[in-house]
T-cell receptor, first 116, second 115 residues
């Protein structure tokens, strides 16, 4: 079945460090890929998405490129800030099919802690 | 109000109580979802509604009873819960269900504690 695997956290970085959070997926068909972020005490917010191979999603300095050959969608940011401390979720949405409805399948989440 | 709202934000209940969680979306979407988020567990999809009709129930215990009176409102009725049901309950909506580019919009969640 479809699944998403994220690197385990927590990831602890100093301010202005480079961030990479790995995400790989297993899916039939041609999924769309998403990164959501959850700040403390809040719900999830869409950070960026990519709907086809080689697409790059970007927002607020974060980027992720849809790599079909490696089935990956790694999240990167060149210089993190304390305000980026949150939980990051990778997710996929596959084509409708016999068992898919286009709903999202989430990874387990990766906690990022950025220290001043 | 804009986006997806949830009330209450916090709820403490005993195991014999009956309570309801409310979700409202102001986005004109047709699909709505309930998720459970527990500590150290991935997001668990509980129920999916499309145009007010339930399309998915992921083996959720009957002590959780969803209701979707229209495309803008979604309820989760709770009764005789267990302490392990304590979690953050998230509501989400999306424009439509059968679309792989579906982006879901989430509410802030209800933090539920069962004593």
């Amino acid at each position: 079945g479809n699944s998403v695997t994220q690197m385990e956290g927590p990831v602890t970085l100093s301010e202005e460090a480079f961030l990479t959070i790995n995400c790989t997926y297993t899916a039939t068909g041609y999924p769309s890929l998403f990164w959501y972020v959850q700040y403390p005490g809040e719900g999830l917010q869409l950070l960026l998405k990519a709907t086809k191979a080689d697409d790059k999603g970007s927002n607020k300095g974060f980027e992720a490129t849809y790599r079909k050959e490696t089935t990956s969608f790694h999240l990167e940011k060149g210089s993190v800030q304390v305000s980026d401390s949150a939980v990051y979720f990778c997710a996929l949405s596959d084509l409708p099919g016999s068992s898919n409805t286009g709903k999202l399948i989430f990874g387990q989440g990766t906690t990022l802690q950025v220290k001043p | 109000e804009t986006g997806v709202t949830q009330t209450p934000r916090h709820l403490v209940m005993g195991m014999t109580n009956k309570k309801s969680l409310k979700c409202e979306q102001h986005l004109g979407h047709n699909a709505m979802y309930w998720y459970k988020q527990s500590a150290k567990k991935p997001l668990e999809l509980m129920f999916v509604y499309n145009f007010k009709e339930q399309t998915e129930n992921n083996s959720v215990p009957s002590r959780f009873s969803p209701e979707c009176p229209n495309s803008s409102h979604l309820f989760l009725h709770l009764h005789t819960l267990q302490p392990e049901d304590s979690a953050l309950y998230l509501c989400a909506s999306s424009p439509r269900l059968w679309d792989r580019t579906n982006e879901q919009f989430f509410g802030p969640g209800t933090r539920l504690t069962v004593l």
